[in-house]
Every structure is written in C-alpha cells, then in structure tokens.
C-alpha cells in the first residue's frame, strides 16, 4: 500500500455526520463482514472520550483489544491512519519512538481509521484488530466505500 492511495482513502472517506447510530450501522457492517470471513477480530469505534461500539468475534484474543487501543490512539492523536502514519515513519527509517510516542500507548500497525466529519474534522477514529495490518485496514475501508457510496 501506498502512501498516496493512503491519503485518497482519507481525502475521500468523509462523513456528512456521525453519531451513534452512524456508529452502530458502521460497526454492524463490520461484524457482518468478519463473521463471513471467519475474522478473529475485535472491532472498536470511539471518539476521544467514548466507546461507541465494540465487538469481538470468536478466536479473538485478548491482545486484540490492547492493539485496538492503541491503533485508535494514534489516529485519535495524529488525526491520520494507522497504517498511513506507520508507512510514513518507515519510510523516513523512523519509529515510533523517535516520534516521542510511547508504544505502550500507541500502535502504527494498519487498522485504525478516522472518522472525519466534513467541516469539522476528526471526531474518531474506527478500528479492526487481529488480522495482517493492510488487512484489517482493508476492511474498514471497503465497508467505509460502500456505506459511503464513494470509489477510491
């Protein structure tokens, strides 16, 4: 992955509004998809003070909730993808300590995204965790495409 398709995805990937119910509609999708994949995954959407959904799906560990709250940390913190903010170091040969970011509290893995809200910003962040990186990201996006109505 890119980081230019990375940016697209997020330049695109708005929301006209979020709220619960928005949150619940895009979690449930989530779901679906996972259980058709048989995805071992814990899925999570918050904004900086609140869960607003959270599932976790069989074969899921408990390590999965720990990387999802990391992931979403960094994109609550950076306002930008995981995945993106992770290639972005790599490719500058840095790390997340180098960033002055703990790992403890942080994760550059793929799998957490933002939800923007044209003309407000980042209110959240959406998050997939217990697959490969680029997947997880995956399918937070391609559930995102749809609901959105968008093609990238």
Known sequence: MDLDLLARQEAKLIFDRFDEDTAWAIGTKLFAVAKTQNAP???DI?????TLFHAALPGAKPANDSWARRKSNLTLREHESSMRFGLALKAKGKTLADHGVDFADFADHGGSF?????GVGVIGAITVSGLASHEDHGMIVDVLTK???VSI
């Not at 933002?114 to 044209?118: D, H, L």
């Open 46 to 50: 918050r904004t900086p003070d609140r």
């Open 147 to 149: 609901h959105l109505g």
């Open 114 to 118: 933002p939800i923007r809200v044209a």
């Open 41 to 43: 995954v814990v899925i």
